[in-house]
């Protein structure tokens, strides 16, 4: 439940839809490949910015049991007390006031960015993230949002028609997005849409046939292009992966994993921008992607791209 600072609104939501507090089921992408593309040492210092549930965190400790985490996840619900990590209830745009308030050294040996949603929030939030539950609009990534956070809600029910419309197309590259805010814009003027089954029906009513036929459930870009404008995450993680790079020491790596193409063109350019300052040096030209046996085993990781970089 939110705490005293939220507002009546979200409340409301929150009770209707309780949190499910339930074991973790998320498992960690590509995680060999990017603990090893790291190249980390015994005592080395690494940035864990999107800890979710811990599983790049836990595996450096088990390899190198004197290294120190500094952890940061903008959901403090997922952090449970572990020993070698220092866990930050932050976004990582704001990487520079936790590493500059905390930490020994202001360099740091190594960064990861696991830019998926995390199956724990997807499954277990109440935030709306999956459109296969009956929850309320929020999708931001913090646990107890305040009343001036941005959510879903006010996003679906408030911003105007051609705005939703670029932003569905641009953030979720969806090509009936027009057809679907049309039927947003209608809905909303009979009702406030509140809940991700209302939303999924309008959209389920505005699409083709043929199209709801298809491997991707009809509702998928539209959900992403929300949750990204929601949480600004492209904006984010710009700013993540900027201040990130100037706290690595030279020979420090930062391991990237993205999920769609619009956050891998984000990190391919910056990637590529460093190494022709030659401030840098790619480790892999192309992205690292997961072999068939893990893609079969955790079926997310088939979008999974790693990208991973070396501070000159």
Known sequence: VLGSTASKPLQKYILRF???????IHRTVLLKETIEGLNLKENSVVVDATFGGGGHSMEILKRFPKAKIIALDQDGSVWKKHTGISFHNENFRNLDKVLNGGCPTPEVDGIIFDLGLSSDQLENSGRGFSFMKDEPLIMTMKENPLPEDLTAIDVVNTWGEENLANIIYGFGEERF???????????????????????????????????????IHFATKTFQAIRIAVNDELGALQMGLEKGFEFLKKGGRMSVISFHSLEDRIVKRFFKKKAEENLAKLINKKPIVAKLEEIKNNPRSRSAKLRILEKK
């Open 18 to 24: 309780p949190k499910n507090k339930m074991t973790s």
């Open 177 to 215: 997005s027009r057809k679907i805010v049309k039927a947003i814009v209608d809905a909303r003027k009979k009702k406030k849409i509140e809940t991700t089954t209302e939303l999924v029906e309008i959209i389920g009513n505005a699409v083709p046939g043929k199209y709801k036929n298809s491997k």
